[in-house]
């Protein structure tokens, strides 16, 4: 597979306006947000293509990983203000909950999906963020939820995913101050898995989701449920529906083709 870069990622499929490109390098689907010129900040006609374009990559049965990215130097920087500034509360409100039906869609998604964080990751793009697997960051990315310096609270889920992910006390203080953090501060804390060198940063999130595509489609999936679920209900519940998925794990052809061969080699390195 050819690795793109931040620089060619963009020609690929392209929605109406382009602010939202999808990318296919089969067996990985890539989501890029393209606004640099505005920090790739997102508004409410970028919400609608987003949910459409990710839709087309989750139901895309030669997908097996999900990279969400940013073009310039911003992941995301947040929601464009200018629509936010006449909202009434209701409105406000309404907004709220739409962004997070498409959020929950990434978060809901079966396949594994990667956030490479190559920018400004500030409100509701670190929210996005939250609702990927696994967080990888570029050496340069910022992150923050400066909402309160708005006069208003992250909506889009920062105060439900941010204290589950790095804890209460940590979430509450970036929430609070709305202070930025730079990618070193990201992981020392959790909110990021690993930080690698900015021009480094593709090569190995794609590294990565080859990794995570060697393996057993339908297992990786079912262990995407068992987490997703687990993290929100008590252990007893959770060890019921590990139980359960890996049950189902016994319904794919992949699986007794996967263990035939691990005996298979394990044979030889015994004959040998």
């Known amino acids: 597979m050819v690795i793109p870069s931040h620089n060619n990622l963009t020609k690929g499929i392209r929605t109406m306006d382009e602010t939202i490109t999808t990318k296919i390098e089969e067996p990985i689907g890539f989501l890029i947000i393209n606004r640099p010129e505005a920090m790739n900040a997102l508004n409410e006609k970028m919400l609608l293509h987003l949910e459409q374009q990710f839709k087309l990559l989750e139901d895309n049965p030669q997908i097996y990983v999900i990279i969400l990215t940013g073009t310039g130097k911003s992941f995301i920087g ?15 409100a ?12 990434i978060e809901q998604c079966e396949k594994p999906v990667i956030a490479a964080i190559n920018g400004y990751a500030l409100g509701g793009g670190l929210e996005m963020a939250l609702c990927c697997d696994i967080r990888i960051s570029g050496d340069k990315a910022k992150f923050g939820l400066p909402e309160v310096r708005l006069g208003v609270i992250p909506g889009f889920g920062g105060t439900q995913r941010l204290p589950r992910l790095i804890g209460e006390g940590w979430a509450k ?3 609070f101050t709305g202070d930025t953090i730079h990618a070193n501060k990201a992981q020392e804390i ?18 990565l989701a080859k990794k995570i595509c060697l393996n057993g489609e339908l297992a990786v999936r079912n262990a995407k449920k068992a987490i997703n679920f687990g993290i929100r209900a008590n252990l007893k519940e959770g060890l019921k529906q590990e ?5 189902n794990c016994y319904t794919s052809a992949e699986q007794k083709t996967r263990m035939k061969s691990f005996l298979r080699k394990n044979r030889r390195k015994k004959h040998t």
Request: proline share 2%.
């Open 78 to 92: 947040g929601f464009d203000i200018t629509e936010e500034l006449s909202f009434t509360e209701e409105e406000a």
């Open 94 to 105: 309404e907004g709220s909950a739409r962004g997070k039906l498409i959020f929950n869609l």
């Open 173 to 175: 203080k970036l929430i």
């Open 190 to 207: 959790g909110l990021v898995e690993e930080v690698y060198p900015q021009a480094e940063l593709m090569d190995k999130v794609i590294l």
């Open 243 to 247: 139980s359960q998925l890996f049950g």
